[in-house]
């Protein structure tokens, strides 16, 4: 199991998250797609956005692959975090056109992916004059390669009226900045859960992963936290160790330093804050 920043469970996260944005329930997806990206997992957000467009709008909005790479390009070299909620937003805003009950996706989806190859290939189709298609899979998304084939096959074989007029969401830096990883300094960490954590991720998912025990969660849930991206960035300025499936730090005084700046101390949080966080003890 691996917690992140604010010490949610990754699975559970990744659940919630795909599912709010299937529902379009804007506050919790939001909400989960920041933790994600700001515990350092932005690729997974923008993996679940992708999956979500080839799989869900591209049938109805195949113009939009276009700006929704644009975007990517754009966050890549600028940074700037608001560009998360304005693709989801602007995928809330979409025609729903869900691939796996198109009839043709239902024929494809019997063949090879060597046979789909070659239909999506053929010359006699004329399928690479289709100037509104581009590369067959441009992220590598290994897990989608079929659906995205035939979704292209569909695509390249159906007359589809371009729009004349698309709209696009605008986000500025002041909506999403409390998203933003929130530190305090001088043992004041213990303020930090009780103000973010707003959502249990298990009120939206339906199966729901194991979480830890709530006195394992309390005492030792660096331990869980040490493989999320934020997490081990913060412990390579300290020297420690695993012992017993235990962060062990090697220097008194930078143990110190460490707790100071960076302890949650979820056990001295509000019932309801240990609550959405699957920790709270019960006996």
């Known amino acids: 199991m691996i917690l992140s920043r604010y010490l949610h469970n990754f699975d559970s996260l990744v659940s919630a998250l795909v599912k709010c944005i299937s529902e379009r329930n804007e506050g919790p997806a939001i909400y989960f797609a920041y933790e994600l990206y700001f515990s350092g997992w932005e690729n997974v957000v923008w993996d679940i956005v992708w999956e979500y467009y080839f799989l869900n709008i591209a049938l109805s909005s195949p113009e939009y692959e276009f700006y929704l790479k644009s975007k990517e390009k754009d966050w890549k070299q600028s940074n700037n975090y608001w560009i998360i909620k304005e693709v989801i937003l602007d995928l809330f805003i979409r025609k729903l056109n869900v691939l796996k009950e198109n009839e043709n996706y239902k ?166 804050i240990q609550e959405r966080l699957n920790c709270y003890n019960n006996n």
């Open 107 to 272: 024929a494809l989806n019997k063949k090879s992916v060597k046979d789909l190859l070659e239909i999506y290939k053929d010359p006699k189709n004329n399928l690479f004059n289709k100037a509104r298609m581009i590369k067959y899979n441009p992220r590598n998304m290994k897990k989608l390669d079929k659906e995205i084939l035939i979704l292209r096959i569909i695509q390249l074989k159906t007359q589809v009226k371009a729009k004349k007029i698309e709209f696009y969401i605008d986000v500025t830096k002041e909506e999403v900045i409390q998203y933003a990883t929130r530190v305090e300094y001088d043992a004041q960490s213990w303020k930090i859960l009780r103000d973010v954590v707003k959502y249990n991720t298990d009120d939206f998912i339906d199966s729901k992963v194991n979480n830890l025990p709530a006195s394992e969660f309390m005492d030792n849930w660096l331990f869980y936290a040490k493989d999320c991206p934020l997490w081990k960035k913060r412990l390579l300025n300290y020297k420690y160790k695993i012992y017993n499936s235990k962060i062990d730090f090697e220097d008194e005084d930078e143990e110190e330093d460490f707790w100071n700046k960076y302890n949650l101390e979820p056990d001295e949080q509000p019932k309801e």
